[in-house]
T-cell receptor, first 115, second 115 residues
Framework: AQTVTQSQPEMSVQEAETVTLSCTYDTSESDYYLFWYKQPPSRQMILVIRQEAYKQQNATENRFSVNFQKAAKSFSLKISDSQLGDAAMYFCAYRAGGSQGNLIFGKGTKLSVKP | DAGVIQSPRHEVTEMGQEVTLRCKPISGHNSLFWYRQTMMRGLELLIYFNNNVPIDDSGMPEDRFSAKMPNASFSTLKIQPSEPRDSAVYFC?????????????FGQGTRLTVV
């Protein structure tokens, strides 16, 4: 069974600085997709960034980028120029390729941003 | 589009009572997911539907839980009888297709408290 592990329950960053959130996963599949979701106090799950496993190039979305290391099964999220609005829970998620469409989530990392 | 709509946003009920959570997916989406979020277990898939048909219900905790999707625009998750350990946030999510980078959209969740 696939699993997703986020080893940092909490992280803190100074406003305008850069922070990296870690995520590792375990799978025997070769075709899969990885995602980072943000959950602010409003509870809304917001997709931050996504990556296809077959792509070597790391995905980027404005201030958010990933470091995808397929051999190491690692998928970390880097937030540059951190803003107060980035404070939230961040969840790493995995989805197998093929027809199985559900997301498997890590336990999350709570990010605090200090002014 | 208004996004995935869940109701109610909050529900407080007494142990033993029946609880029904409702979800309206995004129009045109053909996959619907019910997730449960707790501090201890994180986000877990309960069940998911594709074209109104349940595909994977292995995450449904026990017979007290049931889910239906009578049409493409409505789904319910019912707990009967409810127990205090069912207290959690229940998310409904939908997507168009279940493969690749198809994006999963989440509702704002229902916070259920069973006393």
């Amino acid at each position: 069974a696939q699993t997703v592990t986020q080893s940092q329950p909490e992280m803190s960053v100074q406003e305008a600085e850069t922070v990296t959130l870690s995520c590792t996963y375990d799978t025997s599949e070769s075709d899969y997709y990885l995602f980072w979701y943000k959950q602010p106090p409003s509870r809304q799950m917001i997709l931050v960034i996504r990556q296809e496993a077959y792509k070597q190039q790391n995905a980027t979305e404005n201030r958010f980028s990933v470091n995808f290391q397929k051999a190491a099964k690692s998928f970390s999220l880097k937030i540059s120029d951190s803003q107060l609005g980035d404070a939230a829970m961040y969840f790493c998620a995995y989805r197998a390729g093929g027809s199985q469409g559900n997301l498997i989530f890590g336990k999350g990392t709570k990010l605090s941003v200090k002014p | 589009d208004a996004g995935v709509i869940q109701s109610p946003r909050h529900e407080v009920t007494e142990m033993g009572q029946e609880v029904t959570l409702r979800c309206k997916p995004i129009s045109g989406h053909n996959s619907l997911f019910w997730y449960r979020q707790t501090m201890m277990r994180g986000l877990e898939l309960l069940i998911y539907f594709n074209n109104n048909v349940p595909i994977d219900d292995s995450g449904m905790p026990e017979d007290r839980f049931s889910a239906k999707m009578p049409n493409a625009s409505f789904s319910t998750l019912k707990i009967q009888p409810s127990e205090p350990r069912d207290s959690a946030v229940y998310f409904c999510a939908s997507s168009f297709g279940t493969v690749g980078l198809s994006r999963t959209f989440f509702g704002q969740g229902t916070r259920l408290t069973v006393v």
